[in-house]
């Protein structure tokens, strides 16, 4: 089974700059998770898709954060204009997880390491 | 969401067992126990997770205490190749929200850094 696959692997932008992120998850997984990582710390979760809704984006700063998941399939995660505090790893994760209780453990990409200049 | 504590660092010698501890004296009824590794540089790995049954699989095992509060993950035979970060993590089956419902959040403490020696 392929896992989820994310790039670019490396950015590098100056402050104010725009930038883009990609995901595809597991094939068949319904659930799709954008998490935040600054060094040191957990990963922090940012948005949750449910096939091609959202349904938890509590802790996205909308401001200047977006996502879209268009067809419940693959995923991208857009920042404009960055800040130096963006600087993290954002992981991508996905889940089987559709509907009624589940607990289905989430399966994360290796992430995309950003550094705000 | 239950908070879990972890300690902050943990010393191993190859081939022994690593027994990892984990505090969640908040613990609900619907929350599950969820154990995760990451290894430097790579995205978080799913290890095991249980309800309030002791449960074992090809990586390790988990012991979650009688009254939920606690846990312990153990790596029954630690390689170098298990030094990672290892995160306890309890979350519920479901979540209602106002954007609807929100299913298997994971909410990341610090972790417990692990370190195998040989």
């Known amino acids: 089974e392929a896992g989820v696959a994310q790039s670019p692997r490396y950015k590098i932008i100056e402050k104010r700059q725009s930038v883009a992120f990609w995901c595809n998850p597991i094939?068949?997984?319904?659930?799709l998770y954008w998490y935040q990582q600054i060094l040191g710390q957990g990963p922090k979760l940012l948005i949750q898709?449910?096939?091609?809704?959202?349904?938890?984006d509590s802790q996205l700063p909308k401001d200047r954060f977006s996502a879209e998941r268009l067809k419940g399939v693959d995923s991208t995660l857009k920042i404009q204009p960055a800040k130096l505090e963006d600087s993290a790893v954002y992981l991508c994760?996905?889940?089987?997880?559709?509907?009624?209780?589940?607990?289905?453990?989430?399966?994360f990409g290796d992430g995309t390491r950003l550094s705000i200049l | 969401d239950a908070k879990t504590t972890q300690p902050p660092s943990m010393d191993c010698a190859e081939g022994r067992a690593a027994n990892l501890p984990c505090n969640h004296s908040?613990?609900?009824?619907?929350?599950?126990v969820y154990w995760y590794r990451q290894i430097h540089s790579q995205g978080p790995q799913y290890i095991i997770h249980?309800?309030?049954n002791n449960e074992t699989n090809e990586m390790a095992s988990l012991i979650i205490t009688e009254d939920r509060k606690s846990s312990t993950l153990i790596l029954p035979h630690a390689t170098l190749r298990d030094t990672a970060v290892y995160y306890c993590?309890?979350?519920?089956?479901?979540?209602?929200?106002?954007?609807?419902?929100?299913?298997?959040?994971?909410?990341f403490g610090q972790g417990t850094i692990l370190t195998v020696h040989p």
């Open positions: 994760a996905s889940s089987p997880a559709t509907g009624g209780f589940s607990n289905q453990p989430q399966h």
């Open positions: 094939s068949g997984h319904a659930t």
């Open positions: 898709f449910q096939n091609n809704g959202v349904v938890d």
């Open positions: 908040t613990i609900s009824g619907n929350e599950y």
């Open positions: 249980g309800l309030k």
């Open positions: 993590i309890v979350s519920p089956l479901r979540i209602s929200g106002d954007g609807g419902t929100s299913y298997g959040k994971l909410t």
